[in-house]
């Protein structure tokens, strides 16, 4: 017995480490107010640090994008631009203190060799909540590349898996979304990171449900057996108790391989189920 216990724990040991090789795991924080004393990149670009909380003040210097500036004390005062509404912070960059608004700050920044992603949480215009994501590949501020995705469920984690051998792809940025209740939506979305260092949306899959009733959409990265390239498996699968008494349970489950042609997945995707035509 203590010897089947210690292989096991081995063996966890084992697959825990290739896990977290694979992949890197951040959880993101964002709120959108910061803490005074804490320090934060730079989401915007060539921000002006100014002398006061108003556009119309002095120009103190320029900041680029993943600057890290400290928070000093948050103020009164909004700051407007379009349907962004948020508050003017005092910040300290090196030796320089200034003012610079809220929306200009990240909430959280992560880093996979050449590529650093920033992450600010966002109020869309139909007051839905969204992840605004940034990459800088090295120091070329003025070629960062953008997306945004709405949120779903209370929590999100991001993590930058390996290309698994598809072309034209470096790595793979992929946003875990965490349900804060039953039912709720959670889920992952993907983005690929292609090789001119462009951030390039894929697909957002669910997994939702409760006691009586579930789905659950994924993506395995694996190898055609038909042609023996490196694919990507989509499942989706449908749970539903049919009888709670017995509980009896009636379950569908339909796949389809996908090949990633260097921009875009092949054959075009879908998460409808496919349903076989009937001759007349």
Request: glycine share 4%.
């Amino acid at each position: 017995m203590k010897t089947s216990y210690v292989k096991t724990l081995f063996f966890l040991f084992i697959f825990c480490a290739t896990v977290l090789h694979a992949q890197s795991i951040e959880y993101l924080a964002l709120d959108q107010e910061f803490k005074i004393g804490n320090t934060y990149p730079l989401f915007g670009d060539n921000v002006n640090l100014r002398a006061a909380p108003n556009t119309s003040s002095k120009e103190m210097t320029r900041l680029r994008i993943g600057f890290n500036v400290t928070i000093l004390a948050k103020t009164d005062i909004i700051f407007e631009n379009g349907n962004h509404k948020m508050p003017w912070y005092k910040v300290q960059y090196n030796n320089l203190k200034g003012y610079i608004p809220g929306q200009f700050i990240a909430s959280k920044s992560i880093k996979k060799e050449a590529q650093s992603f920033y992450f600010r949480k966002h109020t869309s215009k139909k007051n839905r909540e969204e992840l605004l994501i940034r990459m800088v590949t090295g120091t070329s501020y003025h070629a960062y590349s953008e997306s945004s995705m709405q949120l779903y469920g209370a929590s999100v984690a991001a993590f930058i898996e390996d290309n698994h051998q598809l072309y034209n792809v470096q790595h793979i940025l992929r946003i875990q979304h965490y349900g804060d209740s039953c039912g709720a939506e959670n889920g992952n979305t993907y983005f690929f990171i292609n090789d001119v260092n462009e951030l390039v949306f894929v697909a957002h899959l669910s997994v939702s449900g409760d006691a009586l009733y579930s789905e659950s959409e994924t993506f395995t990265f694996t190898t055609n057996p038909a042609n023996e390239q490196p694919s990507i498996l989509f499942t989706k699968e449908v749970s539903d108790t049919v009888d709670e008494v017995t509980g009896w349970t009636e379950s569908k489950s339909m796949s389809r391989y996908y090949e990633w042609n260097g921009t875009k997945l092949v054959p075009e995707f879908s998460k409808e189920f496919y349903k076989r035509k009937t001759a007349n």
